[in-house]
């Protein structure tokens, strides 16, 4: 069965968006200008352009039309190139510098709200720290945002009698991020192991991101680890229609991949 005609309809203007027909921030041609160009019913418009409001390319401003997504993805190096710890040469970049630089270089205004939190484990987390579900954590979390648009939500998950005693346990950022606290107390992070899904966002998620309903996340889970067993679990979540992960292989850099500006997803 042929698909229904909106379908048909989304599917080639999903084709002129990535083809670059129109740029980021462009208006979409009217509705009656689409009605006469493919020789549709306007109902059949409506539908098509829903679709493509729904995956977070087209937007919709009330009185004004509707527009391509303004602002482009933000790339984000997954592992970024080796940093000069207070100690031996780590092989984890620091998360907020490396979203800090890259929000400069592309020339974004970065902003965060930060939040101490201390709760009961969940089983997937307390099983990537070998510790039972239910058991207390630290969750240090971090909300950022691009030029006021919602980008991510990080959580740190630090096992609570790690965190005792120290700046680990305050309601806001440590000065030089928190490796600098692991590495003071001897579990400066030199290994970790990345779990990336996709999946669509809770309710909370969606109010939260400002997604349309057919935009899911990025859910990168990375769990750190030294000589001594795990350190840390970190969960990203990302809007997928506004981040890029790029992951390094082989000799390569993660800063060194060249990313395609005009794909969609992960490199």
């Known amino acids: 069965m042929p698909a229904p005609k909106y379908q048909r309809l989304a599917a080639d203007l999903r084709r002129r968006i990535e083809a670059g027909e129109w740029q980021g921030g462009a208006q979409l ?17 409506r ?87 239910g058991e207390a954590v630290v969750v240090r979390r971090q909300l950022r945002l691009t030029d006021r648009e919602p980008y991510s939500i990080e959580e740190s998950h630090y096992r609570a009698g790690l965190a005792a005693g120290t700046p680990l346990m305050e309601p806001e950022p440590v000065p030089g991020g928190d490796e600098t606290v692991l590495t003071a107390i001897g579990r400066c992070e030199s290994a970790a192991a990345d779990r990336l899904v996709a999946r ?27 000589t001594r067993g795990p350190v840390r679990v970190v969960e990203t979540r990302y809007a997928a229609d506004r981040c890029r992960l790029l992951y390094g292989l082989g000799t390569a850099q993660a800063g060194s991949v060249a990313p395609a500006r005009t794909a969609a997803g992960v490199s």
């Open 29 to 45: 041609p009217v509705e009656t200008e689409l009605e006469h160009h493919y020789g549709v019913a306007r109902n059949t418009v």
């Open 47 to 133: 539908l098509a352009v829903d679709v493509l409001v729904n995956e977070g390319r087209l937007v919709r401003l009330q009185g004004k039309g509707t527009y391509l997504k303004q602002q482009p993805m933000l790339d984000h190096r997954a592992f970024g190139p080796p940093r000069q710890a207070a100690g031996p040469q780590d092989c984890l970049a620091a998360p907020s510098e490396v979203y800090a630089e890259e929000a400069l270089a592309a020339g974004r205004r970065l902003t965060c709200d930060f939040e101490m939190l201390v709760v009961r484990a969940r089983a997937d987390i307390a099983e990537l720290l070998g510790m039972l579900p």
């Open 200 to 226: 669509m966002p809770g309710p909370e998620e969606a109010a939260w991101f400002e997604v349309g309903p057919g935009v899911p996340l990025l859910v990168q889970t990375r769990v750190t680890s030294d």
